[in-house]
């Protein structure tokens, strides 16, 4: 970032600077060649009601996004799939939590739902853990680790970059422009034994390339509990193991769109990056979790 730029954006993050620039900003956001920050706390409003918050200092791009559109700011398709997933949930993980979207609205969402997030980027963890202390969670456990197949440690490759990565990675090569960080591992069947949970009901999964790391950590679970799991599936970046892990253990695809679960025979990432998505589930969860969720398969479509 230029020198100028760096001085431009420290000057529009300062609190009460932001507070009147935003105001001013409003009328013509869409317009601009770029998101403008938001920084203080940002409510993030539930269809029932209740309130997320989220405390910004500006670096928080999907903090802002929900600013300037409560409804559609990040990934609303997904999100109202979610909703819907957590009504039949009791125990959740939120695997490459970020700054805790995901964990922050099933715990607000349910106080007697047991959250267990995870995120390993240390400064991205601090943004995560001030979150949910700002919602005074009880539910909600956050965890500074990567998740792979055993707990000890792992080389983290973090993008070096001025806003918050969302992209860090255990994969060596996966992106460029990053920094080597050595950070704790764990894997979700040692955790969960840890911590002694009998179940885990639903998981969302964001591992940037490193899906069957957290899924090869997590046999115990998948066979015993069989989660639905929402995760992240980029055009281009499909493992073959994460393709055979899901066949072994019987579960169907769908890709998560604005007009509901698309059925897909193979998983394949959506060419045009619009859905990032996919929801995996066992044959036997489908008739409970998805009764409320519109679904159409691929064959539909043509």
Known sequence: MSRLKHLFMSFITIHPVNKVLRVLVRPVADKLPFSFPITGTIDYRLPNGKVVKFVNDGR?????????DNETGFEPETISVYLELLRHARVVFDVGANVGIYSL?????????SVHGFEPVPFIYAYYARNVQANKLQNLQPNQAAVTTKSGEITLYIPDSVQLPSDASTVEGYR???VPT???AVSLDEYAAEHKL?????????????EHQVFAGAQTIMERDKPAIICEILHGYVDEN?????????????????DGLVEHQEIIGDKSFRYKNYLFIPEERIPTM???IPVQRMAELV
């Open 290 to 292: 998805l009764a409320n």
């Open 198 to 210: 009998a179940r885990v009901d639903l998981m969302k999964v964001d591992a940037e390339g490193a």
């Open 105 to 113: 609205i099933a715990a607000v969402n349910d106080p007697q739902c």
């Open 242 to 258: 994460v393709k055979q892990f899901f066949a072994d253990h019987n579960y169907r695809y769908f890709l998560v769109t604005d």
């Open 60 to 68: 928080d791009s999907h903090a802002t996004r929900l600013y300037w």
């Open 182 to 184: 050595q950070v704790k």
């Open 176 to 178: 460029e422009g990053v």
